[in-house]
């Protein structure tokens, strides 16, 4: 059946006739819709598939056999352009109402402008049955993938993955396995890693055979391993890929571990044997052994195996081995069998230890151990030894040994004890301390016994007794428990060391070490010592207290008059009178020299302490013996009182010191209170002292020069120089408050030394081409003339000042001579001797006798300023000066009048013949450069 209005003509040469005819003859269904969506034709298998006749048919539209076809298809037919095709899938309904699935093919046709659409329907009932199948194959064969116990992958020649299962992707971290087919490794591991099995997939391709390989991975913090095959797979005779799968072996590998571990630590115990192990039978034939030293048997492990004790060891070492079988046979076990061997290297002993082991196959058989014991040998022989010396030495020693059991009853005493408590072995033995130690050293003795059972603790302590000859004896008692396995005391060891002459030379070096051994009473150690104590108690008890510091005034002329020997007697004598002022309880110490110190607690006032430093002073009044004659001293005292005045102990003695020090320059033989002010001024004194030892170093010191001029004609015969200190701070200091200064910090023999060296410097420039020669007059004091070499040193400063002794005056004072000691008169007349004046300084305000003007090298008297000051105005001090110029004249000795200020001064001096004077009414004290330019002869100003 063809169209109505298609045109049937001949088409590219070929008749449309045999075209229709063709598509007739067309064993598929054909169809042709035109823009109405009705078929125009249909052949004849159309009919024949759909059961309707070709007229129901070109009544008919594709909707009319197919009620789902889209709309979609409809509007694609009418915008499709002409010659496309399409291909959809449906299922046509028959007219007996069944379906039939079909594939739809066809094109988009314009003929004459009209719209046609031609199509092909293609029964695919036998193609879907043939899919069906084939997606149940992949079911099962996906069902049967994920369901492997393991890993399981397929790749093809690429390498690239065909399939995997879910094993696979929850091993990679993923959920699906969709995420890894059609993918290489190269997309989901490190390149490497993908390399490594890409070339492991080509090997297995290759050669055609298997692949098997264990790895190792660290997997979220945890070791794994994995067991992996791999294996070609074939179509047609051809590897067209692989297969490969992996499985989880941790589980199984660290059983294995263990298990290596185990045999290893087993290998380990064997070898840790160190001499022999090995295996028995009942026969004593060696069936396993295990040897590391070879000197034991002097065999090898394969000559050792099959024979029996009896060929290897000694007649005596094989009977003793046998014994052990016997005994383990019998006990399971068998311990503590010695073998002896005796080597080149000397004797071997072996303790050999059996153990019965499980029956196999019905042979017995012993597992044996020898423990090389040589040393322990040599250490029980040694102990042996040793216990028979220490018995030895315990039984001669010389110190107290016993043993005390938890009753304290004695079980054991050494002779040295035996001989101290004057008992035999067999009475001593069993009896209790009491018994052994009588009186107060048996009560503590039973009580230091108990408290070591007791507290399980060693101890020591000291325990005097009485002798058999009724002599004290002391002992240092060391107690050392002694406990058994369970750690009780069972016994107790003492040893007793006799420390009697021990404790003897103790107390004699504590009282070296505390006390003074020339009046016996406490040193300053120990007085500092009490005095911490005293204030403790006092501020406890809220207690005032006193400390006094007394010193002998004058003692060096003691010792310098009358020797040594007496005035160590004269201290010892003051010691005791000291010790009758006092309270039991009061400590009188000798701090050293004759200096002591009292300390004074419980007191209530300051009266109470007047009335001791009264009695103290008053003691002093009574005559001394010293090596048969009597002599009077006299003593100074400073009192320093707690709290009110500190309360440190350093500050209590520096203050009773200071006090002490304040009565001596109040008149000496007297006693003082120690007060603000004087710590004022002792730190006054201090700074001062600090300040003058850097002084000559900063150059501070100078000297200036006062002329000494001859009152008749006015010429100037020489002068004095006088030290001035310019402190950068405290301006010009006198010399009446540095010089004591430098004298007791034993710093005026620098200084000194320092004078006297520009003084003569001074004197070389002034005398200078002078006819008349004039002399320089430096004062010396005491101190100085006590430096070892002083005279040598006088020497040597002449010579580098090219000064010469003539024109040198050294002026000394009157306390100097009154000491009367050679060294000083030695030194005054070597002084003499070189051509150098003495004269006596302030003349008349010390202890001035004629005895020593006569006696000494004396060649000037310098009368004192506080003379010549009132000598117009004072008949007394007029008469006194009188009498100086008259001894003067009648020894031969120059008078030098100081502090001449007024004319009516020098004319009364004029007038009673003294020729020499020194003051302002001349000139005052000048520089050196002033004294250098200075008039040959001066007027009164």
């Not at 396995?177 to 890409?198: H, I, N």
């Not at 055979?209 to 791999?230: A, N, T």
């Not at 072996?249 to 660290?254: A, L, N, P, Q, S």
């Not at 209790?432 to 230091?448: C, D, H, I, P, T």
Request: glycine share 6%.
């Amino acid at each position: 059946m063809q169209p109505t209005d298609t045109d049937t003509s001949a088409h590219g040469g070929i008749d449309g006739a045999v075209i229709w005819a063709a598509i007739e003859a067309f064993p598929y269904p054909i169809q042709i819709v035109d823009e109405a969506h009705r078929f125009i034709y249909a052949n004849v298998a159309t009919v024949q598939a759909l059961g309707y006749s070709h007229d129901e048919l070109l009544q008919m539209g594709p909707a009319d056999i197919d009620k789902d076809i889209l709309q979609d298809f409809w509007q694609y037919f009418h915008s499709a352009t002409p010659g496309t095709v399409f291909g959809i899938d449906a299922h046509h309904v028959r007219k007996d109402g069944r379906q039939m699935p079909v594939r739809v093919s066809g094109a988009i046709i314009v003929v004459n402008g009209k719209r046609y659409g031609m199509a092909m329907a293609e029964d695919a009932s036998d193609k879907i049955s043939l899919r069906t199948q084939l997606e149940l194959r992949e079911i099962y064969q996906r069902t049967l993938l994920n369901n492997f116990p393991f890993v399981v992958w397929l790749k093809n020649r690429d390498s690239r993955l065909t399939a995997v299962n879910q094993q696979y992707a929850h091993f990679m971290g993923k959920t699906s396995t969709a995420d890894f087919e059609g993918k290489t490794d190269f997309d989901f591991l490190p390149s490497d890693e993908a390399a490594r099995y890409r070339e492991e997939d080509l090997r297995v391709m290759q050669t055609g055979e298997h692949f098997y390989k264990e790895e190792h991975y660290v997997k979220d913090g945890k070791e794994v391993w994995m067991e992996s095959w791999k294996a070609p797979i074939r179509f047609e005779d051809q590897v067209v890929g692989t297969l490969g799968y992996s499985h989880d072996v941790t589980e199984r590998k660290e059983i294995e571990n263990k298990l290596q571990k185990s045999l290893a630590l087993l290998e380990g115990v064997i070898n840790a044997f160190p001499d022999f192990l090995y295996e028995m039978d009942e026969s004593g034939r060696f069936v396993n052994a295990w040897m590391h030293n070879a000197e034991l048997l002097k065999q090898t492990r394969e000559v050792v195996l099959g024979q029996s004790v009896g060929d290897i060891f000694s007649p005596e070492n094989a009977r003793t081995a046998m014994s052990a079988i016997e005994e383990a046979k019998l006990q399971g076990t068998s311990f503590g069998k010695v073998l002896r061997f005796d080597s080149s290297k000397g004797t071997r002993w072996f303790e050999l230890s059996l153990a019965r082991l499980p029956l196999r196959e019905g042979a017995q058989h012993y597992i044996a151990v020898s423990r090389n014991v040589t040393q322990h040998m040599h250490m029980q022989a040694t102990l042996e030894r040793q216990e028979h010396e220490f018995r030895t030495l315990v039984e001669n020693s010389p110190d107290s040994v016993a043993r005390f059991d938890a009753a304290l009853c004695c079980r054991y005493a050494n002779p040295s004890l035996l001989r101290t408590i004057g008992a035999s072995e067999t009475i001593l033995r069993g009896l209790s301390v009491r018994q052994l130690f009588r009186g107060e050293a048996g009560a503590l003795m039973e009580q230091q016994l108990q408290q070591a059972v007791g507290q399980g603790q060693p101890m020591e302590f000291e325990l005097t007794s009485v002798g058999p000859q009724q002599e004290t004896r002391v002992a240092l008692i060391s107690l050392t428990p002694e406990f058994d396995a369970s750690g009780q005391v069972v016994s107790v060891l003492m040893v007793g060391r006799d420390i009697s002459e021990l404790r003897a030379y103790q107390d004699k070096i504590h009282q070296m070490a505390f006390y003074d051994a020339l009046t016996g009473q406490p040193n300053r150690v120990l007085f500092n010592d009490r005095l911490q104590q005293m204030l403790v108690d006092s501020a406890y008890h809220g207690q005032s207290a006193g400390v006094m510091m007394v010193d002998l005034d004058r003692f060096k002329h003691v010792n310098d008059t009358m020797g040594h020997a007496a005035g160590d007697a004269l201290l010892a004598q003051v010691a005791q009178r000291l010790n009758q002022c006092v309270r039991s309880y009061d400590t009188v110490a000798r701090m050293g020299g004759d200096e002591f110190g009292i300390l004074l607690p419980r007191i209530r006032t300051g009266e109470h302490l007047a009335r001791v430093a009264s009695k103290v002073l008053a003691s002093f009044a009574q005559p001394f013996w010293l090596v048969g004659k009597e002599f009077f001293a006299t003593g100074s005292v400073g009192i320093a009182v707690y709290p009110q005045d500190s309360g440190t102990p350093e500050e209590l003695v520096r203050f009773a010191d200071s006090a002490m020090y304040h009565a001596k320059r109040a008149g000496r033989n007297g006693f003082s209170f120690y007060s603000k002010d004087m710590t004022d001024s002792a730190q006054q004194r201090l700074s001062l002292e600090l300040d003058l030892r850097r002084a000559l170093e900063r150059k501070e010191l100078s000297l200036h020069y006062q002329p000494k001029v001859e009152l008749s004609s006015g010429r100037v015969v020489g002068c004095e120089a006088l030290l001035r200190w310019k402190h950068p701070v405290r301006g010009m200091v006198s010399p009446l408050e540095f010089i004591p200064v430098a004298e007791d910090a034993g710093l005026i023999n620098d200084i000194g030394m320092w004078v006297l060296r520009e003084a003569c410097k001074t004197a070389s420039l002034w005398n200078a081409g002078q006819e008349c020669p004039r002399q320089m007059a430096v004062n010396l004091s005491a101190r100085q003339l006590q430096q070892p070499n002083w005279l040598e040193q006088v020497v040597q400063i002449l010579q580098e000042t090219h000064c010469r002794p003539e024109w040198l005056e050294c002026e000394i004072t009157e306390s100097l001579l009154l000491d009367e000691d050679s060294r000083n008169i030695h030194i005054l007349q070597s002084l003499r001797a070189m051509g150098i004046s003495i004269a006596i300084d302030d003349f008349g305000t010390g202890y001035s006798a004629l005895g020593y003007l006569s006696r000494f090298p004396i060649d000037t008297l310098k009368i004192d300023r506080s003379f010549i000051q009132s000598v117009t105005t004072d008949r007394y001090r007029a008469e006194l000066v009188r009498s100086i110029l008259s001894i003067a004249r009648c020894l031969q000795q120059e008078v030098v009048a100081e502090g001449v200020e007024t004319a009516e001064q020098a004319n009364y001096l004029l007038a009673q013949g003294c020729q020499l004077v020194q003051g302002y009414l001349f000139s005052k004290p000048l520089p050196a450069a002033d004294l250098l330019a200075l008039p040959l002869r001066l007027q009164p100003l």
